[in-house]
Each structure stands twice: as structure tokens, then as C-alpha cells.
């Protein structure tokens, strides 16, 4: 006689099988509906401008495939019961200019991204209000001490610039930062508490630790690259305090470059990394930055620039062409095949006496990136196409989506930009899940 008992035990594995296939395979799944959790489409399609079906990655070698190959196993790792010591953690490391560093536009993107594959953390900060600058709203770096700076876009810097754009000093003996995370909209589950810091710092920079808040003196400085110390955390926080002293072991070079704040769970890191007036060539040319940039280990990095470059009146488009040509190689060589993405700007603004004028540079920024795609091996999502193509600024103007400057934009501005790569990046990724399922 058979056992009733294994009756109902078999019973119970073949359903939970079962639906662990189901779940499994759901990546393959081409319902449009899937990945557009927190998007609100409503808000894209008021803009009658935007031109919302052709919203594509532009990819002509395929190379965005391995980033979503990486997506879709991220999505059999969260639907799946079983459970690791390792979470399976997807980065992205996007790179611009003012646009970025604003922190709107990232936002956007990461908490999109975060909504329908998980929240591994805020990913990358850097020290921008104590290197005397704007910063992002989502975070909050304070020391007691002074700071003297250096950027990737002054002409000569007195320090080396690291994975943030910039670099900060101190003259002091001892070193305090207290890192915040500020979660100001909760409506959508996302925060950023986090119990992992990885800090980016100068080789010879003092070891930073964190003690008082919860009685442990912990780091762990890494022997292999002397440039970043992980300190793990005995529990979630918001906010912790870490320390060091000057000249202890013979590191006496107090200059520090950013943190990385994660969570220990499945998902999305989405690190931002951007500086005021950056162009291509101020990234390419700080070694240390484009080396620091394989220690976040991305799965995709995302180039937004132009917009500096197409604000003069003699733009060069062979010139334009190289430098981006100098960071993509840079980032090659650390990053090997790890697909980029170039993203055109949205069409601006040029002031011309005591005028405003449409900046036809954009769209020479706009066909030069795609040439530089279709020759280097490289995709890009064209926000100028997307964002109405030529003469769309004035409806931008018109819809109250431009700053005062013409140049940068309203929060909603950078929102709906956020909003519309998101889109592109999920439009093209279930066009490879289709065609995947259907081979």
C-alpha cells in the first residue's frame, strides 16, 4: 500500500515545480505589460511631441545582449525559493555631465529599475557638497573638517581625480564623514538603507572605519587595490559615521574620491557619476577614474555627454568624434566586454547676444555619435530623435520643462528624460526576450 503521507509530500514537489518553471521562464514572457512597474506612461504621452514608438536602444552589433542576459537571469533569481550566501547583484554605471550630477535623470532611471528588478542599494556617492558643489538630494556627506577639491574639468588638478570626477583633501590630522541616505517618497517601497561601504580613496589615504554607533572598530582594507576599503556593517542603517587617522601606518594622504552604499540583497545597482561642464575628454583624461570604474564591476555603463561640447559656436565634429573615442578605448581596456551605451542629448538652447537661439550643434552631436556607433562597435538611445528631433526645444520651452538657463531642465525635465531611457532600455529588452523565445 502506498503511504498517504508521500502521497500528499509528491504532491506538494510537483506543484512547487511546477510553478518554480513558471516563475523561471516569466523573463520570456513578451506581455508588454511586464518591466513598467512605476512608470507612469500617462505622464509620457501628454507630450504629444514625444515620439514614444520609436523609443528604441539603437544597437547595431548586438552588444546590448549581455547586459540582458544578465537581466534576465536576475529575474530567475528573484522569482526563485532557493537562497545563497552571494546575492546576485546586476550594476549599471552611468557617467554625464551637469545633467547627471543633478541626480534627477539617474533617479529616475535607478528607481524604475529598482521597482522591477530589485534594490541592491543606492550604489555609488561622491563627496560633492564638501568639494563645493551641488549634490544630488537623495544622500547627505558631512565632516567636520575642511576640504580643499580638484575636478576632471579644471585644467590642472592638485590632486589625483578618482571614480567620482573629483577628488577632496584634507589638511587634517583626523578624518570624519558621516554618510546619510535621505528617503523623502516612500510611496514606491524604495529606500537606501545599506550595511556595506565601499569607500574610493588615494592609495596612501588613512583607512576608514566605523566605530561608535555600533560598538565594533571593522574594515577591511583591500591588499590587491590599496585605492578602496570595504567596511561591513553589523546592520542596516540610514546613516553611519566613519573615521580615520592621518598618518597611521604610514598613510598620510587624506584624499578621498566617493562610497558605495549597498544592501546585501538581489538586485540593481544603479551608480551616477557626473560633473558640471564635463565632456568626453575631461573623463578620458584621468587614468585613476576610468581604472576605479571595473571595481563597481558594471554590467552596461551609460556615456551622457554633448551638451558641452555642442555649446560652442566652432564644434568640430571629427574632434568630438576622438574624444569619445579616448574614453570608450579607456573604458574598454579596464571593462572588457562590457557593452556601453552613448546617449544623445535632448535638442537646447545656444544664448547669442541678448537672444535665445534653437542649438543646431545637437543635432551634429547627434549624427556623430551615430556614426561613432555604427564604427565602434557601440549602442545609443537618441533623445534628440525621441524627444521630437529638430526644433522640439521650443516645445520643451512651451511645456515648461527647461531651467531658466535653456540649457538644464526642471525636475519634471529630467524625470520625463529618466522616464523615456528607462522605456527604451525595457522596449528593446523585450524585443530580445521575444526573439529569444522564439528560437
Known amino acids: 500500500m502506498i503511504n498517504k503521507d508521500w502521497v500528499k509530500i509528491a504532491a506538494v514537489f510537483c506543484f512547487l ?101 530589485g534594490n541592491a542599494g543606492r550604489g555609488f556617492i561622491a563627496p560633492l557638497k564638501l568639494a563645493k558643489t551641488n549634490e544630488p538630494n537623495d544622500y547627505k556627506i558631512t565632516s567636520p573638517q575642511e576640504w580643499n577639491n580638484s575636478k576632471c574639468v579644471q585644467r590642472t588638478v592638485e590632486y589625483p581625480v578618482g571614480l567620482g570626477g573629483i577628488a577632496i583633501a584634507t589638511d587634517s590630522k583626523e578624518v570624519v564623514f558621516t554618510i546619510q541616505t535621505l528617503q523623502k517618497d516612500t510611496t514606491d517601497s524604495i529606500e537606501y538603507s545599506f550595511n556595506s561601504v565601499t569607500a574610493f580613496h588615494h592609495d596612501k589615504a588613512p583607512w576608514l572605519r566605523e566605530g561608535e554607533e555600533f560598538g565594533i572598530d571593522s574594515y577591511c582594507p583591500d591588499t590587491a ?79 551622457s555627454m554633448g551638451t558641452n561640447e555642442a555649446s560652442t559656436s566652432r564644434f568640430n565634429g571629427e574632434m568630438f568624434y576622438n574624444e569619445m573615442k579616448m574614453l570608450v578605448d579607456g573604458l574598454r581596456r579596464v571593462n572588457p566586454g562590457v557593452p556601453l551605451l552613448l546617449t544623445v542629448p535632448a535638442e537646447n538652447y545656444r544664448r547669442v547676444s541678448r537672444s535665445y537661439v534653437q542649438n543646431g550643434n545637437i543635432g551634429k552631436v ?29 516645445k520643451w520651452y512651451a511645456n515648461r520643462l527647461f531651467s531658466r538657463d535653456r540649457i538644464h531642465f526642471t525636475a519634471e525635465g529630467y524625470e520625463l528624460q529618466g522616464m523615456l531611457l528607462y522605456d527604451a532600455l525595457m522596449n528593446s529588452y523585450r524585443d530580445y526576450l521575444r526573439g529569444d523565445a522564439e528560437h
Not at 542596516?236 to 598613510?251: F, I, K, P, Q, R
Not at 564604427?375 to 526645444?393: I, P
Open 17 to 117: 515545480f511546477f510553478c518554480h518553471a513558471a516563475i523561471s521562464c516569466s523573463p520570456k514572457n513578451s506581455d508588454t505589460t511586464l518591466f513598467i512597474s512605476g512608470l507612469d506612461t500617462s505622464r509620457l504621452q501628454k507630450y504629444a511631441f514625444f515620439q514614444l514608438d520609436s523609443n528604441r536602444i539603437v544597437d547595431p552589433d548586438s552588444i546590448m545582449t549581455v547586459f540582458y542576459d544578465k537581466l534576465t537571469e536576475l529575474q530567475k533569481r528573484n522569482a526563485s525559493v532557493s537562497d545563497t550566501l552571494l546575492p546576485d547583484v546586476v550594476s549599471v554605471l552611468h557617467i554625464g555631465d551637469s545633467h547627471i550630477q543633478a541626480g534627477v535623470f539617474p533617479a529616475t532611471v535607478r528607481r524604475l529599475f529598482q521597482l522591477n528588478f
Open 225 to 303: 587595490r590599496a585605492y578602496l576599503t570595504r567596511i561591513p556593517l553589523m546592520q542596516h542603517t540610514d546613516s553611519v559615521s566613519l573615521y580615520a587617522a592621518v598618518g597611521e601606518d604610514g598613510y598620510d594622504v587624506p584624499v578621498f574620491y566617493g562610497f558605495s552604499l549597498e544592501n546585501g540583497k538581489n538586485g540593481i545597482l544603479y551608480h551616477s557619476v557626473g560633473v558640471n561642464s564635463a565632456c568626453y575628454t575631461h573623463y578620458a583624461g584621468q587614468p585613476e577614474m576610468i581604472r576605479e570604474t571595473a571595481d563597481l564591476e558594471p554590467a552596461l555603463i551609460i556615456l
Open 366 to 394: 547627434r549624427n556623430t555619435i551615430a556614426r561613432f556607433a555604427a564604427e565602434n562597435g557601440v549602442a545609443y538611445w537618441d533623445l534628440f530623435q525621441v524627444g521630437g528631433g529638430k526644433g522640439a526645444a521650443g
